[in-house]
Each structure stands twice: as structure tokens, then as C-alpha cells.
């Protein structure tokens, strides 16, 4: 379990950010994961797969300009489009993590598009006004379906096992419930569970990080 240690840093920037409410802790908190999984790639990440692990850095890279628009935006539709299509290509990240043999889980990408589609036309398409914003909105929606699918998809082999798909796995589906969690508050003002959408926000990344340390961080 040492290995995992790094993990305990952005625990105790969220626990300082819960504290204080100083935003920079836990913007801190995805700088730190992006500079340890940057770390880990060259130091302990096999050359011959450095490439596609190089994914999550940039998916870490995006989410933290993507977090800096959304907290800024103040009403601005110009800079919440920017920080929704940042977390756009983080996801378009996460799936070039994913796909090693160009799969999708049909079954899952199927359940959640029927979801969230009809989650958009009846609550998210009555509560949003701009045009752009519903666009970026529904975009955002197919390709956070797609990330957890083709993540729940990913082949199991020499460079990937059980675990670490398994928290691959937990960690873009915890993105996911985020993102509906925000969404419900932001678009229907349903707060109910809000609590839970900043610490399963970060909770993605950690356990992303934990899936590298678990793969690489004793097999150079």
C-alpha cells in the first residue's frame, strides 16, 4: 500500500479546501495529480505503452482549465461553453485511454444514452434558455456515455488487469455522476445530493491515478 501514498496529498488539499472554502486547494488538487501521473509515465511507464497512458495526463491537463472556466463563468454563456467543451476533450482523453482495440460496451453506451437523452429533452431542455449552452449540454452528454463505455470495455492484457479496469472504470462512471449531480442543481434546482458533487469529481482522478500507480509503478 505505499505505493498509493501519493494519494494522501489531494485528500489533504480537499480536506483544507472543505475547511477554509479557498478555492486553490482543491484547484491544487488535479495540478498535483497531473504532475505525479506526468512523473510516472516517464519514470516507471513502459515506453512501449508511455503513449496511451499519456491520455490521462492530458485528460487531467484539460479538467483543470475546464474547472477554472466553470468556477469563473459568472453567468458568462461564452465561458461556460469554454469550460463545458475543456471537460469535452478531457473525456475525448479518457476514451483514447480506453479504446486499445477500438471497442465500445454496446450494452452500457445503449442504457446510458437512453438515460441521459431523455434526462436532456424532459429536465435539462425546459430549464435552459441559450442555444449554445443546450448544444454544448447535450454534446457533453454523448461523450461522457461513451468515455464509461468504452472504458468498461477496455481489454484485458499485459499492460491492464482486473483492478485497474475496474478502477479505470469507477473513476470516469464517478465523473459521470458528478456531472449529473451539477447538472441537476445548476439546470432543474435540485440540490438534493449536491454535497456529493465536488468529492466524486475528484474521487475520478484519484482513482484514475490509482489504476496507473496499480499498473506501473513496481512493473519498469
Known amino acids: 500500500m505505499k505505493k498509493y501514498w501519493p494519494l494522501a496529498v489531494p485528500v489533504a488539499l480537499y480536506t483544507a479546501f472543505a475547511l477554509t ?14 504532475a505525479y501521473v506526468t512523473w510516472l ?16 495526463a492530458a485528460a487531467f491537463f484539460f479538467s483543470i482549465f475546464g ?3 466553470l468556477h469563473f463563468d459568472e453567468g458568462r454563456p461564452a465561458v461556460f461553453i469554454a469550460g463545458v467543451a475543456l471537460y469535452f476533450i478531457a473525456h475525448m ?18 442504457a446510458l444514452t437512453v438515460f441521459f437523452t431523455l ?8 430549464n435552459i434558455e441559450s442555444i449554445g449552452i443546450l448544444i454544448a449540454v447535450f454534446l457533453y452528454i454523448i461523450v461522457s456515455c461513451v468515455s464509461v463505455s468504452a472504458a468498461a470495455a477496455i481489454p484485458m492484457g499485459a499492460h491492464m488487469d482486473k483492478l485497474a479496469k475496474g478502477l479505470v472504470v469507477g473513476g470516469i462512471s464517478s465523473l459521470l455522476f458528478s ?15 449536491y454535497f456529493l458533487m ?21 512493473k519498469s
Open 179 to 193: 456531472d449529473f449531480i451539477l447538472s441537476l442543481h445548476d439546470f432543474v434546482g435540485i440540490s438534493t445530493g
Open 21 to 34: 472554502g479557498i478555492f486553490w486547494f482543491r484547484c491544487a488538487i488535479i495540478v498535483f495529480l497531473l
Open 119 to 126: 434526462y436532456f429533452i424532459f429536465w435539462l431542455y425546459p
Open 93 to 110: 482523453s479518457y476514451i483514447g485511454f480506453s479504446i486499445r482495440n477500438g471497442k465500445i460496451n454496446w450494452w452500457i453506451m445503449g
Open 41 to 56: 509515465l516517464w519514470a516507471r511507464v513502459p515506453a512501449k505503452v508511455r503513449g496511451k497512458n499519456a491520455f490521462v
Open 198 to 218: 465536488l468529492p466524486t469529481f475528484y474521487l475520478s482522478q484519484m482513482l484514475i491515478t490509482a489504476a496507473l500507480i496499480h499498473l506501473f509503478y513496481e
Open 67 to 69: 474547472d477554472l472556466c
